[in-house]
């Protein structure tokens, strides 16, 4: 908790929590030694070269910097085309199988996209 409260949760539009991705806490921290550690761990475990400005992340829905993968992200691309805010937002949240593939990489994903859906229908 910070000094002014609770950081309010910053959600991509995939469903990741971007407040909890040590990227966009280094990017807010402006840590460029976590920014380093963290290009060389993505590097080691997803087996390709990570330069460290491909890290820097204020959020794929905010202003500011993008990590790498933001440019070339289908769900991302597809919600700023829909003008959604992330794929909870979306009527097609059961039927896409953009969204789903990802769900099944990241489990995690799929509550917090849920939550959202349940709480927009209300």
């Known amino acids: 908790m910070s000094e002014s409260g609770p950081v309010e949760k ?3 539009c995939c469903g990741l929590i971007c407040t909890e991705c040590p990227a966009y806490i280094a990017t807010k921290a402006n840590d460029e030694a976590k920014i380093a550690e963290i290009a060389a761990n993505w590097a080691k475990e997803y087996n390709i070269e990570v330069a460290t400005d491909k890290v820097w992340c204020d959020g794929c829905t905010e202003d500011g910097r993008k990590c790498g993968h933001c440019y070339e992200c289908e769900i991302r691309a597809c919600a700023m085309a829909a003008k959604k805010e992330n794929c909870g937002m979306c009527d097609e949240l059961e039927t ?3 969204i789903g593939h ?5 489990p995690q994903v799929k509550s917090v996209l849920d939550k959202i859906a349940i709480s927009r229908r209300k």
């Open 10 to 12: 910053l959600i991509a």
């Open 102 to 106: 990802f769900m099944s990489l990241a």
């Open 96 to 98: 896409c199988t953009k």
